[in-house]
């Protein structure tokens, strides 16, 4: 089994930015895509962002310029760096693991506020 814990979140002003982490523990497959996920109040999960092993990334278009997904396989961690954020970043960000061909696992979530 896989673990993930995120860590990060909290309030922030608009125009501010915000990094939150997730690292990966347990039995994790070879090939992965870590991404990032978010769901606000009233809304469905929508993925933010995603990287390969090989390091290649996929963004929302709502976020495309301001966030960058990273990660560090040696520590199977990976990054959400967010830049000029806006009320409507508000969410909870999921981290997820999915292994290729098969396997997919949840984080927690942490709670990330854009609020003056």
């Known amino acids: 089994q896989v673990q993930l814990v995120e860590s990060g979140g909290g309030l922030v002003q608009p125009g501010g930015s915000l990094r939150v982490s997730c690292a990966a523990s347990g039995t994790i497959p070879r090939f992965t895509v870590m991404g990032w996920y978010r769901q606000a109040p009233g809304k469905e999960r929508e993925l933010v962002a995603d990287?390969?092993?090989?390091?290649?990334?996929s963004y929302a278009d709502s976020v495309k310029g301001r966030f960058t997904i990273s990660r560090e396989n040696a520590k199977s961690t990976v990054y959400l760096q967010m830049n000029s954020l806006k009320p409507e970043d508000t969410a909870v960000y999921y981290c997820?693991?999915?292994?290729?061909?098969?396997?997919?696992?949840w984080g927690q979530g942490t709670q990330v506020t854009v609020s003056s």
């Open positions: 990287i390969i092993s090989g390091g290649s990334t």
């Open positions: 997820n693991l999915r292994g290729i061909p098969t396997g997919s696992w």
